[in-house]
Protein backbone atom coordinates (compact mmCIF):
# COMPACT_ATOMS: atom_id res chain seq x y z
CA UNK A 1 0.00 0.00 0.00
CA UNK A 2 2.87 2.18 0.63
CA UNK A 3 4.50 1.88 -2.55
CA UNK A 4 0.96 2.66 -4.03
CA UNK A 5 1.15 6.12 -2.23
CA UNK A 6 4.18 6.79 -3.52
CA UNK A 7 3.34 6.15 -6.97
CA UNK A 8 0.61 8.20 -6.90
CA UNK A 9 2.63 11.31 -5.73
CA UNK A 10 5.00 11.12 -8.07
CA UNK A 11 2.61 10.83 -11.16
CA UNK A 12 1.05 13.95 -9.67
CA UNK A 13 3.90 15.90 -9.51
CA UNK A 14 5.00 14.44 -13.11
CA UNK A 15 2.01 16.18 -14.39
CA UNK A 16 2.11 19.01 -12.59
CA UNK A 17 5.89 19.44 -14.16
CA UNK A 18 4.25 18.46 -17.16
CA UNK A 19 1.65 21.05 -17.47
CA UNK A 20 3.73 23.68 -16.62
CA UNK A 21 6.11 22.79 -19.07
CA UNK A 22 3.35 23.11 -21.76
CA UNK A 23 2.23 26.54 -20.77
CA UNK A 24 6.05 28.02 -20.62
CA UNK A 25 6.08 26.36 -23.86
CA UNK A 26 3.11 27.83 -25.17
CA UNK A 27 4.13 31.26 -24.03
CA UNK A 28 7.65 31.13 -25.13
CA UNK A 29 5.71 30.71 -28.90
CA UNK A 30 3.42 33.09 -28.94
CA UNK A 31 6.30 35.78 -27.55
CA UNK A 32 8.38 34.99 -29.58
CA UNK A 33 9.16 37.98 -32.52
CA UNK A 34 7.90 36.31 -35.89
CA UNK A 35 9.93 37.64 -38.97
CA UNK A 36 7.89 39.57 -40.90
CA UNK A 37 5.66 40.39 -38.08
CA UNK A 38 6.60 43.91 -38.01
CA UNK A 39 8.51 46.65 -40.16
CA UNK A 40 11.37 47.66 -37.96
CA UNK A 41 11.39 50.88 -40.10
CA UNK A 42 9.57 52.23 -43.10
CA UNK A 43 10.23 51.01 -46.46
CA UNK A 44 11.89 53.77 -48.63
CA UNK A 45 11.66 54.11 -52.31
CA UNK A 46 13.90 52.28 -54.43
CA UNK A 47 14.62 51.44 -57.71
CA UNK A 48 15.10 48.04 -59.45
CA UNK A 49 16.44 47.51 -62.92
CA UNK A 50 15.68 44.75 -64.51
CA UNK A 51 17.03 44.46 -68.51
CA UNK A 52 15.68 46.30 -71.17
CA UNK A 53 13.00 44.60 -72.98
CA UNK A 54 12.38 42.14 -70.36
CA UNK A 55 8.67 41.77 -68.73
CA UNK A 56 7.85 40.89 -65.05
CA UNK A 57 5.67 37.38 -65.63
CA UNK A 58 5.27 36.69 -62.00
CA UNK A 59 6.15 37.56 -58.34
CA UNK A 60 6.13 35.54 -55.67
CA UNK A 61 6.13 37.09 -52.06
CA UNK A 62 7.67 35.60 -49.01
CA UNK A 63 8.38 37.64 -45.26
CA UNK A 64 11.75 38.58 -46.68
CA UNK A 65 12.25 38.09 -50.29
CA UNK A 66 10.06 39.14 -53.92
CA UNK A 67 10.69 36.97 -56.75
CA UNK A 68 10.45 38.25 -60.02
CA UNK A 69 9.86 35.63 -63.01
CA UNK A 70 11.28 37.97 -66.17
CA UNK A 71 10.69 37.17 -69.67
CA UNK A 72 13.86 37.93 -71.58
CA UNK A 73 13.55 39.79 -74.83
CA UNK A 74 15.09 36.59 -76.18
CA UNK A 75 12.84 34.32 -74.98
CA UNK A 76 14.92 32.84 -71.97
CA UNK A 77 13.51 33.34 -68.69
CA UNK A 78 15.34 34.74 -65.18
CA UNK A 79 14.20 34.71 -61.80
CA UNK A 80 15.44 37.90 -59.94
CA UNK A 81 15.57 37.70 -56.30
CA UNK A 82 14.97 41.23 -54.26
CA UNK A 83 15.36 41.67 -50.23
CA UNK A 84 12.09 42.80 -48.86
CA UNK A 85 13.56 44.80 -46.36
CA UNK A 86 16.06 46.90 -47.67
CA UNK A 87 14.74 46.76 -51.75
CA UNK A 88 18.15 45.60 -52.70
CA UNK A 89 18.76 43.10 -55.73
CA UNK A 90 19.86 40.25 -54.07
CA UNK A 91 20.91 37.89 -57.87
CA UNK A 92 19.29 36.34 -60.66
CA UNK A 93 18.85 32.45 -61.27
CA UNK A 94 19.13 31.89 -65.56
CA UNK A 95 16.32 29.17 -66.42
CA UNK A 96 17.15 27.45 -69.26
CA UNK A 97 15.48 24.09 -70.78
CA UNK A 98 17.53 20.51 -69.59
CA UNK A 99 20.14 19.50 -71.97
Known amino acids: MRALNVLVVVMGVL??????ALIAGIVGKL????????VE??????????????????????????ILELA??????????????TGAR???IALRPAQ
Open 31 to 38: SRDRPGAS
Open 90 to 92: LGT
Open 72 to 85: LPAGERELLVVDLA
Open 15 to 20: IVIGFA
Open 41 to 66: RPFGATAIDIPPGARIEAMTASPNRL
